[in-house]
């Protein structure tokens, strides 16, 4: 089993659309957790940490589940520019990622 | 400003020809890593220098070695690169690496491509 697992995707949706992407991880001593998008062919960005009471950037909200082993991030109203991958990493010392999952907004 | 800078953005080798890339970083941040990506997959932790203190993943090839002569710079070897070597090469570093709130920040990457 993966230490991070993610939906590869692809998400597809139109602007304007509600999405959710789940993430779970198998490492319960897992200290941190991030979302962070990459665009292809570029770096990974953090996007937003993760924190146990959740936390939210404008149209961007993220939860964390840890009796479940699980992170989530929902993006409302998307934008063409949201397209990219965003991957769901976890931190036990070192941070682990996962796939990764592909997000394309189309008009 | 560019805070991590990777060097060179594209290289191209052959195959069994040693190549090294560069990473420095202007942030003063105490820990440097390496990741290696390939695509469609997560990066994937090679090593990573804690200060002057290496640490070596246990999957991570013999093939693969780096050095940090200081704070700033990192450098990734590889030895005799095969063609499964092939990929985005990331250099991240982070403040402490050790505090639940450390972030990582990546430097642009350096694509690799072995003939």
């Known amino acids: 089993r993966k230490e991070v697992e993610q939906d590869p995707g692809p998400f597809n949706v139109p602007e304007g659309a509600t999405v959710a992407f789940n993430c779970t991880y198998s490492?319960?001593?897992?200290?941190?957790f991030f979302w962070y998008r990459q665009d292809c062919r570029k770096e990974p960005k953090l996007l937003m940490s993760?924190?146990?009471s959740g936390n939210e950037d404008g149209r961007f909200t993220a939860q964390l589940n840890r009796a479940s082993q699980y992170i989530s991030l929902l993006i409302r109203d998307s934008k063409l520019s949201d397209s990219a991958t965003y991957l769901c990493?976890?931190?036990?010392?070192?941070?682990?990622f996962g796939q990764g999952t592909i997000l394309t907004v189309h008009p | 400003d560019a805070m991590v800078i990777q060097n060179p953005r594209y290289q191209v080798t052959q195959f069994g020809k040693p190549v090294t890339l560069s990473c420095s970083q202007t942030?003063?941040?105490?820990?440097m890593y390496w990741y290696q990506q390939k695509s469609s997959q997560a990066p994937k932790l090679l090593f990573h220098?804690?200060?002057?203190?290496?640490?070596n993943e246990a999957d991570t090839p013999d093939n693969f070695q780096s050095r940090r002569p200081n704070t700033s710079f990192c450098f990734l070897d590889i030895r005799s690169p095969g063609l499964g070597d092939a990929a985005m090469y990331l250099c991240?570093?982070?403040?402490?690496?050790?505090?639940?709130?450390?972030?990582?920040?990546f430097g642009p990457g350096t694509r690799l491509t072995v003939l």
């Open positions: 991240a570093t982070s403040r402490d690496g050790g505090s639940s709130t450390d972030t990582q920040y």
């Open positions: 490492n319960s001593a897992s200290q941190s």
């Open positions: 993760v924190y146990s």
């Open positions: 990493g976890t931190s036990y010392g070192k941070l682990t």
């Open positions: 942030l003063n941040h105490n820990v």
């Open positions: 220098y804690y200060d002057k203190d290496f640490n």
